[in-house]
């Protein structure tokens, strides 16, 4: 919200003696318009705001301005505290005792409800958020190797835009130098990552599409699944409770609609004998014969073993 920016803001400033509108803007994921006009709106509620032009200028405040808390009504107060632990949650700020010195000025005490942690469980793609930020904020050429769902590696260069969270996953945006147009990465294909030296402004580059998860080629499956009731935990953490309607028996049965790729066969092999396909009975023989191949694998395996 702008009310939660616009304090932001201030609160940056009075640590520092300028900042520029650019760093402001990719800082709150906004334009250097909407900050200029932020800054208008500071100036009109009386906060001592000026932006100079030139070498050296920038956004600041008036030396010696102090916060006033009495502007503020309790529930403001809290609503600020709260507004600054969700945003530090997601982008961890440089004084990370700024919290609990606004809670001194408040004289209130900062409940720490949220917290984001970025890396998986093993600590392996601990520093891939930091890496790609640092490419976004600087503009500068990502480089990874890439696997694609037709099984294919390649390395690719792009220049990133935005991280991305979309129904469980992570992805990332970015512009393709190879294929000269927009593309969107799942992070856990990301492999050897690194940021080089090269730079490329998108400034240049055409508008950017409306983000799918999905290519336009995917064709949507609607099918539906039984599932054991013993799997109620990873019923209700993955699916809408629209999509799920308990049976008489206790069990499951789950209807939903995916991109028609190697995902969906994935998902219900994960279940393992806990599952099974309702419908439609295409989705049913494509397990049976999954299934099928792992059990000729394994029997040829014991052959050769015994």
Sequence with gaps: ????????????????????????????????????????????????????????????????????????????????????????????????????????????NATSWIEADFSDWSGQREDLFPIIKEAILTEKILCFDYYGRNQVQSRRQILPLQLWFKHRSWYLKGYCLEKKDYRLFKLSRLKQLEVTDAELSDANLPPLPTWQVSSSSSQLITFGLNIDASQAF???????????????????????????????????????????????????QQIQSMLQKALTRYETETAKNP
């Design 234 to 284: 990873r019923i209700y953490d993955e699916y809408d409770s629209e999509n799920i309607q308990q049976l008489p028996d206790g069990d499951f049965l789950v209807t939903v609609t995916y991109p028609e790729d190697e995902w969906v066969t994935q998902l219900i092999l994960s279940y393992g004998p806990y599952a099974q396909v309702a419908f439609p009975e295409s989705l049913k």
């Design 1 to 108: 919200m702008q009310i939660e920016r616009l304090f932001q803001i201030v609160y940056l400033l009075m640590g520092r003696k300028t900042m520029t509108a650019k760093s402001l803007a990719e800082r709150f994921e906004v334009s250097t318009r909407t900050i200029y006009r932020d800054v208008e709106t500071l100036s009109a509620a009386g906060v001592p705001i000026y932006a100079t032009k030139g070498k050296g200028g920038g956004i600041g405040l008036l030396e010696n301005f102090v916060l006033n808390k009495s502007v503020l009504s309790e529930q403001e107060q809290s609503q600020i505290l709260s507004a600054l632990q969700s945003f530090s949650a997601m982008n961890p700020l440089e004084d990370p005792q700024v919290v609990s010195k606004l809670s001194a000025l408040f004289n209130k």
